[in-house]
């Protein structure tokens, strides 16, 4: 059985800083690909940041210079660290983890958590 536990989200002002974090247990073979995405109310949902086994990473253009992805093999655990917020990033997060176990690969998706910036 595989979990996937998001953690980090929340209320905060035009400017500010969070940091969400993103955590994978289970009897899972690999793990290659992360990435976050997000959704607004009405909106479909979209890739946010994405980052490979060998930490190639990949950003939405209006997130570019504010937001960066990070991965701590050792921990299993994803990160978005999340400056310069502005009320445009108010979302649902999700994070998604591309996982082996056995010959099955297929994607896992967290709970999603909330993020609001405030003007």
């Known amino acids: 059985q595989v979990q996937v536990v998001e953690s980090g989200g929340g209320l905060v002002q035009s400017g500010g800083s969070l940091r969400l974090s993103c955590t994978v247990s289970?009897?899972?073979?690999?793990?290659?690909?992360m990435a976050w995405h997000r959704q607004a109310p009405g909106q479909r949902r979209a890739l946010v940041a994405g980052?490979?086994?060998?930490?190639?990473?990949n950003y939405l253009d209006s997130v570019q210079d504010r937001f960066t992805i990070s991965r701590d093999y050792a921990k299993n655990t994803l990160y978005l660290q999340m400056n310069s917020l502005k009320p445009e990033d108010t979302a649902v997060y999700y994070c998604?983890?591309?996982?082996?176990?056995?010959?099955?690969?297929?994607?896992?998706w967290g709970q999603g958590i909330q993020v609001t910036v405030s003007s």
């Open positions: 998604v983890f591309d996982i082996r176990i056995g010959y099955n690969t297929r994607l896992y």
């Open positions: 289970g009897s899972i073979d690999q793990i290659t690909d």
């Open positions: 980052i490979t086994t060998d930490d190639r990473t």
